[in-house]
């Protein structure tokens, strides 16, 4: 989706509040001995309060409002009974639709107290994050995200999953300009133009590579083994700074 008036980005802002919202407030009832289908029940009813609609049910037929992907699961979890337990890294992914608009936004919690490193790790995930939104601009290379977040995770001791990218978004869940890396590529020329919508998603690790689907046909799991975190705004690319639409408020 490229925004072209107020109203496009009006609308936008609307669903990216009401994710930012949902996943606010289910961060903020999750608690130990909470199983993971009660808290997309929180995030259900909230998304139906707001007339939004859940991006994954009605584009992918998923089984959840939104996907809850606990320690080794790392993407795409489906909500359930596995019991939310102190120390545990949970990755909430909330994506909706409301007249016509979409917006995706995701961030991975801590459960009370975790390892030094997992802290160090989801504060660096956020960090990544925001230096790949710093690079969206019109007329910027696409490339560039990418680049940057590589260099931070490289410089930080990190590895970079490197087949979950960011994506076009706006009038769909998944749309152009397709998959868009958050790691180094040489071979992408493709560049941003003004009002684009995209999502900035760096999936940053201690060791993983690559994500595998596991025997359910939608978790992903780290290959190698190792903790990963998701960070995730939905973004509108001006000529000066880039927009953030899911922001709650």
């Given at each position: 989706m490229t925004v072209t008036n107020q109203d496009e980005l009006d609308g936008l802002k609307e669903i990216g509040r009401?994710?930012?919202?949902?996943?606010?407030?289910?961060a903020k009832a999750m608690e130990p001995g909470m199983t993971t289908r009660e808290l997309d029940d929180i995030g259900r009813a909230f998304l139906d309060r707001q007339g939004a609609v859940s991006a994954p049910q009605s584009c992918y037929d998923?089984?959840?409002a939104t996907c809850i992907s606990v320690n080794e699961e790392i993407a795409h979890g489906i909500p359930g009974d596995r019991m939310i337990a102190q120390g545990d890294l949970v990755n909430i992914d909330v994506s909706a639709s409301k007249n016509g608009y979409f917006a995706?936004?995701?961030?991975?919690?801590?459960?009370?107290?975790?390892?030094?490193?997992?802290e160090r790790l989801c504060k660096d995930g956020e960090r990544a994050m925001q230096i790949g939104i710093a690079q969206v601009g019109s007329d910027r290379p696409l490339a560039a995200i990418g680049a940057a977040i590589g260099r931070f995770a490289s410089q930080r001791g990190y590895t970079l999953i490197?087949?979950?990218?960011?994506?076009?978004?706006?009038?769909?869940?998944h749309e152009y300009p397709g998959e868009i890396a958050t790691w180094p590529t040489l071979s992408?020329?493709?560049?941003?133009?003004k009002g684009l919508v995209l999502t900035v998603e760096p999936f940053l690790s201690t060791g993983g590579l690559w994500a595998a689907e596991g025997d359910d046909g939608w978790t992903l799991y780290s290959e190698p083994s190792a903790p990963v975190v998701q960070y995730e705004h939905t973004i509108v690319a001006t000529d000066r700074d880039p927009i953030i639409v899911t922001l709650p408020g």
């Open positions: 009401i994710v930012a919202n949902a996943m606010r407030l289910m998923f089984p959840g995706d936004t995701g961030a991975t919690f801590r459960v009370g107290p975790v390892e030094p490193s997992l490197r087949n979950l990218a960011s994506h076009g978004v706006g009038r769909s869940l992408d020329r493709r560049r941003i133009n």
